[in-house]
């Protein structure tokens, strides 16, 4: 049995839509996995290259989880994986790994879960829908988890240019949600889920222009980050009424999205950032693929 996936990287948080919003974007993980003795890894991609080729491999710990957890015999695999996911950038590489995982137990052990019972079981699992659940199914998703239950809605994706600028240090998502307040009082409480649900209805309407002005007003989550993102300030500065700028998930890439007059920045933001990484990107609409070659 020789097993392929490939699953979207993802951006999520959008602004505001902090741990609930995200967007499968035009990046992957590509794994071929077939059955073996013991966990091998072999990495084809730079970026895959500090990883553990044993049984500590994130994806051997989490395939290892989802057989104990669904109570089926747990088994090793050959893996070869290539991947233009930058690791702890804030583009959801750990979560499309964490679909990749659960998809090959759902294969090998023919499971036959539904896509919702794989959104429970990832979304349990992250804590929070809004990288799972994009790369999964594709698209533009608000979602919300609480227990046992993931509620989620696609929206319209953004058909605006977009472009990330990847930094080139790593923000681990852990040491960024440390970053994170315990409480949050009544009045930015209501005023947070206000700009939130300004957002979720321009991009309902795909009115991009209103949707950008919500995406920089979050106090959800950026004002407690951004010291932890060198270029923060400066790529907000910089960008002025080009478009709109957000921190992607938890950082520290930043993701920008153009007005469509605009879309020739890539050269400007690369002479601007000239030790990081600027990639255009688009959506992806299919979310993750897993196929079996007997
Ligand atoms: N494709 C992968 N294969 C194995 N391990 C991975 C993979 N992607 C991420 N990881 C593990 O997850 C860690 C990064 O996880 P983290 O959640 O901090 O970053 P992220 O997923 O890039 O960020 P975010 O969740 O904000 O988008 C890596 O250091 C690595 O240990
Ligand atoms: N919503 C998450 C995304 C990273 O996993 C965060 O901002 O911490």
């Known amino acids: 049995?020789?097993?392929?996936?490939?699953?979207?990287?993802?951006?999520?948080?959008?602004?505001?839509?902090?741990?609930?919003?995200?967007?499968?974007?035009?990046?992957?993980?590509?794994?071929?996995?077939?059955?073996?003795?013991?966990?091998?890894?072999?990495?084809?991609?730079?970026?895959?290259?500090?990883?553990?080729?044993?049984?500590?491999?994130?994806?051997?710990?989490?395939?290892?989880?989802?057989?104990?957890?669904?109570?089926?015999?747990?088994?090793c695999l050959k893996v070869t994986m290539t991947s233009d996911i930058p690791l702890a950038r804030g583009l959801g590489s750990s979560g499309s790994a964490l679909i990749a995982s659960l998809l090959i137990v759902n294969v090998v052990r023919e499971l036959n879960l539904t896509t919702d019972e794989l959104i429970q079981l990832l979304t349990a699992e992250e804590g929070h829908p809004d990288n799972v659940v994009p790369s999964?199914?594709?698209?533009?998703?608000?979602?919300?988890?609480?227990?046992?239950?993931?509620?989620?809605?696609?929206?319209?994706?953004?058909?605006?240019?977009?472009?990330?600028?990847?930094?080139?240090?790593?923000?681990?998502?852990?040491?960024?949600?440390?970053?994170?307040?315990?409480?949050?009082?009544f009045e930015d409480s209501v005023k947070a889920s206000a700009i939130s649900n300004v957002l979720v209805a321009s991009l309902s309407q795909k009115n991009y222009d209103l949707a950008g002005q919500m995406m920089m007003q979050d106090v959800f989550h950026e004002p407690f980050r951004k010291h932890l993102i060198k270029d923060y300030d400066k790529l907000r500065e910089l960008l002025g009424n080009r478009g709109y700028v957000f921190l992607s998930g938890a950082g520290p890439t930043l993701f920008i999205m153009t007005k469509p007059g605009e879309s020739n920045i890539k050269a400007w933001l690369q002479h601007e950032f000239s030790d990081y990484e600027i990639r255009q990107v688009k959506p992806d609409n299919i979310g993750a693929i897993c196929n079996v070659m007997e």
């Open 136 to 185: 999964l199914i594709g698209g533009l998703v608000a979602g919300f988890h609480r227990g046992e239950s993931c509620y989620y809605q696609p929206l319209p994706v953004i058909d605006w240019p977009m472009f990330v600028v990847i930094p080139n240090y790593e923000l681990k998502t852990a040491d960024a949600r440390d970053a994170l307040p315990q409480r949050f009082n």
């Open 1 to 75: 049995m020789k097993i392929k996936v490939k699953v979207p990287a993802s951006t999520s948080n959008l602004g505001p839509g902090f741990d609930s919003i995200g967007m499968a974007i035009d990046s992957y993980l590509e794994i071929e996995a077939s059955i073996s003795e013991s966990w091998v890894f072999s990495h084809k991609s730079e970026i895959l290259s500090d990883l553990p080729v044993d049984e500590t491999h994130y994806i051997a710990r989490m395939v290892n989880h989802f057989c104990r957890q669904l109570n089926v015999e747990p088994f």
